[in-house]
């Protein structure tokens, strides 16, 4: 299959107006096998739900009457200031929604200020995106996220070409030590199309087989002999010079240790309830993993923004900048880096104005206190 159902676009049609009219436009151009593959979580999907429904049940309660002349979206994250709060969260096999993939978004991002996260099983080589996202002068962070490979030797491999490409952060999932239950993408039988791959991880040497004894779990026993631990994690420090940030934390004690561990950020992550179904929402769970580092490191937080105000909630609630995934995508199949693009600025003009609505002129005056839980609503 193509991951293709229509010609590719490289307009956005004028009836888009918001990143919900991106989605519903995706649907019409993506066939069922990427539709399954972007759209779609593990099992009920309840955590996919629960993600964006969680945003809409904290309320706004704005202030009014401030001076708000000389507003701005600028924040500092390792080391670099930011345009504004929004990065581009990793997600694979992009060229299943346009023939461009990540260098379409790569190009966008970059003309656009935010921080782009490229995904290990991206379906573009990781210098190619890097050349592009540097040679912009306006350009937001770049980081590579990375899975740890059976083969240490060939993760070693991949972060060096990381580092000498010019990314500036590791971004490690953690949240993945399998694939989640993904039933939508069974019903359409997902599968990669000719000429679609994690090019990145070509070379990577295959898992050495060893026989199940009766009785063993082809799982535990199986995939996850090898499965990443913290120690890992420490190890990954120690062969990197780049800073590292873990992604798919839920739990305070997970961020009391990657605290402890000295790692440079946070990302409270659900996988986009993608892996484990029924897991807390990331809004419900990002101010405990806030409270529980004390402003030690940075806290970013994905799943579920879709609107300029889902943005200031966050950063309400103690995040220091968000990732969007999904609708990026959807851009992308949608018009290419110009979808991309729209999309990106539509969530910073949204901001903007809800920020100017609540008398915030710059990140540093939002707080919770302009959040309330909506009545009946539940954590």
């Not at 193509?2 to 010609?7: I, L, M, Q």
């Not at 200031?81 to 970059?110: M, S």
């Not at 993408?185 to 898992?207: H, K, S």
């Amino acid at each position: 299959m193509s991951g293709r159902a229509t010609a590719v676009r490289q307009t956005v049609p004028s009836s888009i107006v918001s990143l919900a009219d991106h989605e519903s436009h995706a649907r019409t151009v993506l066939d069922e096998n990427a539709w399954a593959y972007f759209a779609g979580g593990a099992a009920d999907e309840i955590t996919l739900r629960a993600n964006r429904s969680a945003w809409d049940a904290l309320q706004l309660v704005p202030r009014v009457l401030q001076p708000l002349a000389g507003g701005h979206t600028r924040l500092q994250l390792l080391g670099r200031t930011l345009a504004h709060p929004i990065l581009l969260a990793p997600v694979a096999y992009q060229k299943l929604a346009h023939p461009d993939g990540e260098i379409a978004t790569a190009h966008a991002a970059a003309a656009l200020g935010a921080g782009m996260v490229l995904s290990t099983q991206a379906s573009v080589p990781l210098e190619a995106v890097a050349r592009i996202v540097l040679a912009d002068a306006g350009r937001g962070p770049l980081w590579f996220q990375l899975y740890l490979q059976h083969d240490r030797g060939f993760t070693r491999e991949l972060v060096q070409r990381a580092e000498q490409a010019g990314y500036e952060a590791l971004v490690l999932t953690v949240d993945a030590p399998t694939s989640g239950a993904r039933d939508r993408e069974r019903r359409a039988g997902f599968r990669l199309p000719p000429g679609i791959t994690a090019v990145n991880l070509a070379g990577l040497p295959p898992v050495p087989a060893e026989a199940l004894q009766a009785g063993q779990s082809a799982l535990f026993d199986g995939l996850l002999r090898q499965n990443p631990t913290w120690a890992d994690v420490e190890w990954l420090q120690s062969v990197t010079r780049l800073p590292v940030l873990i992604k798919g934390v839920l739990h305070e004690d997970d961020a009391r240790q990657a605290a402890r561990l000295g790692l440079a950020g946070i990302i409270v992550s659900n996988h986009g309830g993608r892996t484990l179904d029924t897991t807390i929402s990331t809004a419900c769970a990002l101010p405990d993993i806030v409270q529980a580092v004390h402003g030690s490191l940075p806290v970013l937080v994905d799943g579920g923004i879709r609107r300029g105000t889902d943005v200031l909630k966050a950063i309400a609630l103690g995040a220091t900048a968000v990732l969007a995934g999904r609708p990026c995508v959807f851009g992308l199949a949608n018009a290419g880096a110009v979808g991309v693009a729209h999309v990106l600025r539509l969530l910073r003009d949204e901001l903007e104005i809800a920020m100017a609505l609540c008398a915030c002129a710059e990140l540093h005056q939002v707080s919770s206190a302009l959040l309330r839980q909506k009545p009946g609503a539940g954590t």
